[in-house]
């Protein structure tokens, strides 16, 4: 029995023996190439097996296997260059040492000078990344802004929920106070600063990465990031030959299609990548049916070790039903439709047609040169132009639209476009009584940014530029359709000149132009310089920019030709940002930054009354922010945690008096009337393996108006005081976005190339947004409507697996899973409560489901 124990107990030790001189351990660090920086999640497999890892925060992998023999070893990262290479296993420890990935790109890393990218543990700012991976698994069928609702600072929303109708705000400010960025070319509105993404349906298919740099921002020019800004960068040439196809489907009708194609670089240096997508759906939102394409073409050509040339164009035609109109809760609730209601549209002879329907196109071209001067020196440089074609359409004439349920031109709820007909064809030589027009709003962009780096030391780098752009919008109503009748009756433009078209009533039919027709010219003249310093601990800046604009209005409508166009006016502007990062040790780093902005006031400031009327009194919104922050890195968990402090002074708005017994209004620009937004936003990712990451966010927000300004003088034609205006605004809180917003996300892969994923999201604090000049007496001065919090679930799926000599992804994203009800946009009402306030609804659960094959 003894012997028999003891040859057992050999067996075993020799097996665990064997066991353990099978066992293979492959390790190494993953670095991309272009900026020396870890790669947190690569995939590293051992090909045709689901055997594999994922690196740590420092790029670290360790890969156990019990396998023998020659192997090939696949190092994988959306956006970058897979790596593979032969790997014996021979039962001990094999160190790969550095693995260096590259762009999967060409051009990318010269893009990024222009686009100003920030870099983390070096550049002094609140940033968040967001990489091709995440945009891939988790967008689906959402809006694009809503990508970044879990990053601190952000309430994005599908507004009305047109397809393209999303808005996004950051840290309290809207869009015209967020600096939109797409390759370092600026898209904010240079009428008005708007973003409207409707213009960019079809981005998400061309996206390489999105950073969104809460407060100053890392960008060099004079752009209106006082909330922050977003920079986009697009696909570029891919090296490598090849492509893909993509299909998708999901609820109410979701249907899309795309493809990617390149040719990689070819021996003489040329590369060309064409991508192109098709979608369509019902909308969730009942009455927002939608059509988008896009299309991209990139085409590049390395004529030399120092010069480079890209030539880029991508655009996204869509038309989408809208709605336009927020509505009371009771009428949400009368019209059985619940959340999807949609107040602005119905049928016409048997068909969807709608009041508000928005129709856009807006390409966009780029050529980049750039020159690699010597060592020390280099010069980046991109001519850029975009041209917008469209409008969104409405009512004129008599009002039969209005949303009330005892509307007699609604049936169901729904506008009765068939009565209107008859009612209208009925009338004869009388004309239409209501009609359908288009608010037409083209416009020309041109445009050139250059950036020289000079490295002046190794420590001292001189960064300078220049900033040219020119706009022309043009922007008129016309008729869209009779709704029956023969003609229509524009009336006449109350003050227009006579001998002016607008100033006669005049018979119109479709195509015609009514109500008004202006143009908007906008020069811009930009200059900016940046002093860098750089070390392994210690990087700063310095930011200088500074800004001319010149406005000019003519109006084809209200004045006869000789006095149809202003005089240019000219405003000045300017910001002066600097901080400085300190990383304590590898781990541990610190940061502060501090600005001050004066931005030049919008064309319709300038121009506030809808005619030549030059606001002479209009000045600068100005903006001073300060900023400190925190960083954490080490193998298992990663955080940040940052406060901020921004003061946004004399942001424009004007009120108006009507002295007793006068027919005429005057109004006054109302200056100081301030607000201060501060905050603390804390992200987090945790990784306590190879499987599981976890992700995290807390932004908690102070933001309100500052002072009361009281006493405001109105003067009439004749320099005379006629009234005062007060606005009471001291201690309100900021409305229409929320104030306090968290997320927690958790995705873990449960074989190799299968990946689950869940994340939460709150809001709370959110104040319906308001007009603060109505808060015109002591007894007005209360905080609007607190919309009640609310919760959201998203979860998503993705599957990584060979198709026999292709790679494909299959990816399912479900949003708000529990189906919760909640307002997500709302206007204050008389009594501030639920019961007065106008409102959105946000969608309830969606989903989309698409399978992608690479070749």
Same mark, same amino acid.
């Given at each position: 029995m003894k012997k028999t124990i003891l040859l057992l107990l050999s067996v075993l030790l020799s097996i665990t023996t064997f066991a353990q001189e099978a066992t293979t351990i492959i390790k190494g660090i993953v670095i991309e190439k272009e900026v020396n920086q870890p790669v947190i999640g690569a995939s590293i497999v051992i090909k045709g097996t689901t055997v594999g890892t994922t690196t740590d925060f420092d790029g670290n992998f360790s890969l156990k296997?019990?396998?023998?023999?020659?192997?090939?070893?696949?190092?994988?990262?959306?956006?970058?260059?897979?790596?593979?290479?032969e790997v014996d296993l021979n039962g001990s420890t094999i160190d790969l040492g550095d693995q260096l990935m590259e762009s999967d790109a060409i051009g990318l890393a010269e893009v990024e000078i222009i686009a100003s990218v920030a870099v983390d543990r070096k550049t002094p700012v609140a940033v968040s990344t967001l990489k091709p991976?995440?945009?891939?698994?988790?967008?689906?069928?959402?809006?694009?802004?809503?990508?970044?609702?879990?990053?601190?600072?952000?309430?994005?929303?599908?507004?009305?929920?047109?397809?393209?109708?999303?808005?996004?705000?950051?840290?309290?400010?809207?869009?015209?106070?967020?600096?939109?960025?797409?390759?370092?070319?600026?898209?904010?509105?240079?009428?008005n600063g708007s973003v409207y993404w409707s213009n960019w349906a079809g981005l998400s298919d061309v996206t390489r990465s999105m950073q969104v740099q809460r407060g100053l921002g890392a960008s060099k020019v004079a752009v209106p990031s006082v909330g922050g800004t977003i920079n986009i960068l697009t696909k570029t040439t891919d090296v490598k030959k090849g492509g893909n196809v993509m299909y998708a489907i999901g609820n109410n009708g979701y249907n899309k299609l795309s493809f990617t194609a390149s040719t990689g670089q070819t021996e003489n240096g040329w590369a060309v990548t064409l991508s192109g997508s098709k979608t369509e759906g019902n909308g969730f939102v009942d009455g927002t049916s939608f059509i988008g394409y896009s299309y991209f073409a990139n085409i590049s050509k390395q004529i030399n070790a120092s010069h480079q040339l890209s030539f880029t164009a991508f655009g996204a035609p869509q038309w989408h039903g809208q709605r336009r109109n927020k509505m009371n809760l009771a009428e949400y609730k009368a019209s059985g439709r619940g959340l999807k209601y949609n107040g602005d549209w119905g049928y016409k002879n048997g068909q969807e047609y709608h009041v508000s329907r928005n129709y856009y196109h807006k390409p966009q071209i780029s050529l980049n040169w750039f020159w690699n001067i010597n060592d020390k020196m280099d010069l980046a440089t991109v001519i850029y132009s975009s041209f917008g074609q469209g409008g969104g359409s409405g009512s004129a004439?008599?009002?039969?639209?209005?949303?009330?349920?005892?509307?007699?031109? %609604?049936?169901?709820?729904?506008?009765?476009?068939?009565?209107?007909?008859?009612?209208?064809?009925? %009338?004869?030589?009388?004309?239409?009584?209501?009609?359908?027009?288009?608010?037409?709003?083209?416009?020309?962009?041109?445009?050139?940014?250059?950036?020289?780096?000079?490295?002046?030391?190794?420590?001292?780098?001189?960064?300078?530029g220049l900033d040219i752009r020119y706009y022309e919008g043009n922007h008129y109503r016309e008729v869209k359709d009779l709704l029956g009748g023969q003609f229509y009756f524009d009336p006449s433009v109350g003050g227009a000149e006579p001998g002016a078209v607008g100033a006669e009533r005049r018979a119109v039919k479709v195509g015609d132009k009514i109500q008004y027709n202006n143009d908007g010219n906008v020069w811009w003249q930009g200059v900016n310089a940046q002093l860098e310093y750089s070390d392994d601990k210690l990087s700063g800046f310095v930011s200088l920019a500074a800004s001319n604009q010149?406005?000019?209005?003519?109006?084809?409508?209200?004045? %006869?030709?000789?006095?149809?166009?202003?005089?240019?006016?000219?405003?000045?502007?300017?910001?002066?940002?600097g901080g400085a990062n300190y990383n304590i040790d590898s781990r541990h780093n610190v940061f502060a930054n501090a600005g001050y902005f004066s931005r030049q006031p919008f064309f319709n400031s300038v121009w506030p009354t809808f005619n030549n009327n030059t606001n002479e009194g209009v000045v600068n919104e100005k903006a001073l922010s300060f900023e400190v922050g925190y960083g954490y890195r080490s193998k298992i968990i990663s955080g940040n945690v940052n406060l901020y402090h921004t003061t946004w002074k004399d942001k424009f708005y004007r009120a108006s008096v009507r002295p007793d017994g006068s027919s005429v209004s005057y109004s006054a620009n109302i200056p100081g009337i301030d607000a201060v937004h501060s905050g603390i936003e804390l992200d987090f990712v945790i990784r306590p393996n190879d499987k599981l990451n976890i992700t995290g966010m807390l932004s908690i927000g102070d933001w309100k108006w500052d002072k009361n300004v009281l006493d405001v003088p109105v003067l009439d034609d004749t320099q005379q005081v006629i009234g005062t205006v007060d606005v009471y605004a001291e201690g309100i809180?900021?409305?229409?976005?929320?104030?306090?917003?968290?997320?927690?996300?958790?995705?873990?892969?449960?074989?190799?190339?299968?990946?689950?994923?869940?994340?939460?999201?709150?809001?709370?604090?959110?104040?319906?947004?308001?007009?603060?000049?109505?808060?015109?007496?002591?007894?007005?001065?209360?905080?609007?409507?607190?919309?009640?919090?609310?919760?959201?679930?998203?979860?998503?799926?993705?599957?990584?697996?060979?198709?026999?000599?292709?790679?494909?992804?299959?990816?399912?994203?479900?949003?708000?899973?529990?189906?919760?009800?909640?307002?997500?946009?709302?206007?204050?009402?008389?009594?501030?409560?639920?019961?007065?306030?106008?409102?959105?609804?946000?969608?309830?659960?969606?989903?989309?489901?698409?399978?992608?094959?690479?070749?």
């Open positions: 296997t019990s396998k023998t023999g020659t192997v090939t070893l696949d190092i994988s990262f959306v956006g970058l260059q897979t790596i593979e290479m991976e995440v945009l891939e698994e988790k967008l689906g069928s959402q809006e694009f802004p809503e990508i970044l609702k879990s990053t601190p600072g952000v309430y994005a929303t599908k507004s009305g929920g047109g397809y393209g109708d999303s808005r996004i705000n950051l840290r309290g400010f809207s869009s015209e106070n967020i600096a939109v960025m797409i390759n370092g070319v600026p898209v904010n509105d240079m009428e004439g008599v009002d039969k639209f209005s949303p009330s349920f005892s509307n007699p031109y %609604r049936k169901d709820g729904l506008i009765d476009f068939d009565r209107i007909v008859d009612e209208n064809d009925a %009338r004869g030589r009388q004309g239409s009584e209501t009609i359908l027009r288009n608010s037409v709003n083209n416009h020309s962009w041109y445009g050139g940014l250059s950036t020289l780096t000079n490295q002046l030391s190794d420590k001292l780098t001189l960064t300078t010149s406005f000019r209005r003519i109006d084809y409508f209200q004045y %006869r030709p000789e006095n149809q166009a202003t005089d240019w006016q000219n405003y000045f502007g300017y910001n002066v940002k809180r900021v409305g229409d976005a929320a104030q306090t917003t968290a997320a927690l996300g958790i995705n873990y892969m449960i074989i190799g190339g299968l990946k689950i994923g869940a994340d939460w999201n709150l809001y709370d604090r959110l104040y319906a947004d308001f007009n603060v000049t109505q808060l015109n007496s002591p007894e007005s001065s209360v905080d609007a409507w607190q919309v009640p919090t609310y919760n959201l679930f998203d979860l998503n799926c993705s599957y990584r697996f060979p198709m026999g000599p292709f790679n494909a992804t299959f990816i399912t994203k479900v949003n708000n899973v529990f189906n919760v009800e909640y307002v997500s946009d709302a206007f204050d009402g008389a009594t501030h409560d639920f019961q007065s306030a106008q409102v959105f609804y946000g969608a309830g659960t969606t989903w989309s489901t698409s399978l992608k094959v690479q070749f």
